[in-house]
């Protein structure tokens, strides 16, 4: 997220949701969350479905190395790009490499 996007949170309504260990959370991709370091010994697995519209077109390339990436999984292909009015954040740059939430929770303190 982009610091001015952060500032705009309202983070005193923030709610706590413990799990017990190996329960899972599911949620929207764009609701905000966040998790504290994984201190266990063990990895900690990460699950993404995503499903978008056949004429959603994606501004960053994938980055999973999936063969599932872009794969149409009914309808057919769609001649144009849909697109709703106003302005779009473009995605980062990631040419210069990418860091992942795994690696940025290892390098974490906790509070």
């Known amino acids: 997220m982009r610091d001015e996007d952060i500032a705009r949170l309202e983070r ?6 413990a799990l017990p260990a190996g329960s899972i959370h599911i949620h929207h991709y764009r609701l905000v969350h966040w998790s504290a370091p994984n201190t266990s010994p063990g990895d900690r697995r990460l699950l993404i479905n995503s ?7 994606s501004l960053a390339p ?3 190395g999936s ?3 872009g794969k149409l999984l009914r309808g057919t292909w769609p001649t144009v790009a849909r ?5 779009m954040p473009m995605p980062p740059d990631f040419s210069q490499g990418y860091t992942s939430i795994y690696e940025l929770q290892t390098d ?4």
């Not at 697109?83 to 302005?87: H, L, N, W």
């Open 108 to 111: 974490s303190k906790p509070a």
């Open 62 to 64: 994938d980055l999973t």
């Open 51 to 57: 499903y978008t519209a056949a004429d959603a077109v």
């Open 83 to 87: 697109r709703t009015s106003g302005d």
């Open 12 to 17: 005193h309504r923030a709610v706590l949701l």
């Open 67 to 69: 063969p599932l990436a």
